[in-house]
């Protein structure tokens, strides 16, 4: 019997794309072998990339003037990537840093260029959104954090840049709303937690940034070395490409990133609800926030939290303790975590309090 999986990733996939993956594992149709063992060079492989692609481009409606690369390393080598693409010369960047994630990233950046912290809410132990943003209007771009993982702080939009482009770490949220793409030069992220397996990394990222790319990196993390090859350079992760695009055409199926939208808004308004009703609960972050992909709350006693976690893993429901930094509990709960599960632990949420509070 599956679980339900609440691991902040690797995560659920949907059960759909698993089947299918099932069902192709011996031989990818109509190439007479499996998707691992078929060349990244063939004919075959090629169609499987450019469905990744258009799958991506179609859901995000990214124009023209956006590249998608297929890249491995995970979002932890964008944190060095971008910035070494994007700041050699002594260029400059803005910093927006809401959690962990965002910490990490500017540190990387600050080997490679003037990268500055814009705002940081780590003084609320990164449970909260800046109230004011100190940008520099010369920067090349504005790095923020779409969903701290850890934390559980998701911005409900953009941040404004006044024209500046956006650079967003958008791992624990891509491919789960509607985002305006216009504001955006690059966006990475590891596709473990909504999007494929991990071993992937999606970066999309438009034509005039790439123009003004450093020319003389190691060709593996030379931006324009991966668009002239296509994502393939090297040997990419040819199944988790393959994975993306079906995952690709199950949100498509689910009624595109709006479709996404309507379902993780309603099953994180179940949660926060169930965590709202009592005292017994308490959320992390604040309430115009909240994260609808990571929901973080505390109990009254780290023995109740530990005694949950024991008892939720006993009926199913596994992968609930929350980042050490923070405490307390996580619940992932990403495009495919299915809405039955946030149902079920709700049940288990009200019930444990009854016994125990
Ligand atoms: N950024 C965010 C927001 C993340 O959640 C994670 C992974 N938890 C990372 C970056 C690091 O990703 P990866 O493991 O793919 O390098």
């Given at each position: 019997?599956?679980?339900y999986n609440f691991s902040a990733?690797?995560a659920a ?139 559980g ?19 624990s949220?891509?491919?789960s ?16 937690k909504n ?68 379902r993780n808004e309603e099953k994180a308004r179940l949660l926060y ?18 994260s609808r992909m990571n929901v ?24 609930l ?9 996580r619940a992932s709960i990403y495009n495919a975590f299915p809405r039955?599960g946030v149902?079920?632990l ?12």
């Amino acid at each position: 019997m599956r679980n339900y999986n609440f691991s902040a990733g690797p995560a659920a996939l949907p059960v759909p794309v698993l089947e299918q993956v099932a069902r192709e594992m011996l031989e990818l149709p109509g190439a007479g072998a499996s998707i691992m063992e078929i060349s990244h060079r063939s004919k075959k492989f090629e169609e499987v990339i450019a469905h990744a692609e258009n799958g991506i481009r179609s859901l995000l409606g990214l124009p023209e003037e956006f590249h998608v690369l297929f890249l491995q390393g995970g979002a932890s080598l964008q944190f060095a990537m971008a910035p070494m693409n994007m700041l050699a010369g002594s260029k400059k960047a803005d910093y927006i840093i809401t959690g962990a994630w965002g910490q990490k990233a500017i540190k990387d950046a600050q080997k490679y260029g003037a990268a500055r912290v814009a705002a940081t809410t780590k003084e609320s132990n990164f449970s909260r959104l800046p109230e004011s943003l100190d940008l520099d209007s010369g920067a090349e771009f504005v790095h923020f954090t779409s969903n701290e993982t850890i934390q559980g702080v998701q911005w409900p939009q953009e941040p404004q840049t006044n024209g500046v482009p956006l650079i967003c770490d958008a791992s624990s949220d891509i491919l789960s709303r509607p985002i305006d793409v216009a504001k955006y030069g690059l966006i990475y992220a590891g596709a473990q937690k909504n999007i494929g397996p991990s071993g992937v990394t999606v970066v999309i990222l438009r034509d005039d940034l790439l123009q003004k790319c450093a020319s003389d990196l190691p060709p593996m993390l030379d931006y324009r070395v991966q668009v002239d090859n296509k994502s393939l350079y090297n040997t990419p992760n040819t199944f988790g490409v393959y994975v993306i695009g079906l995952v690709c055409d199950y949100l498509q199926s689910q009624g595109g990133l709006a479709g996404m939208q309507a379902r993780n808004e309603e099953k994180a308004r179940l949660l926060y609800d169930a965590i709202d009703s009592t005292d017994f609960y308490t959320g992390h972050a604040a309430s115009n926030c909240r994260s609808r992909m990571n929901v973080t709350w505390r109990l009254p006693s780290e023995e109740l939290e530990k005694r949950f976690i024991e008892e939720a893993k006993a009926q199913g429901m596994v992968e609930l303790k929350g980042h050490r930094s923070v405490g307390g509990l996580r619940a992932s709960i990403y495009n495919a975590f299915p809405r039955e599960g946030v149902v079920a632990l709700v049940e288990f949420m009200k019930e444990f309090e009854r016994k125990t509070g």
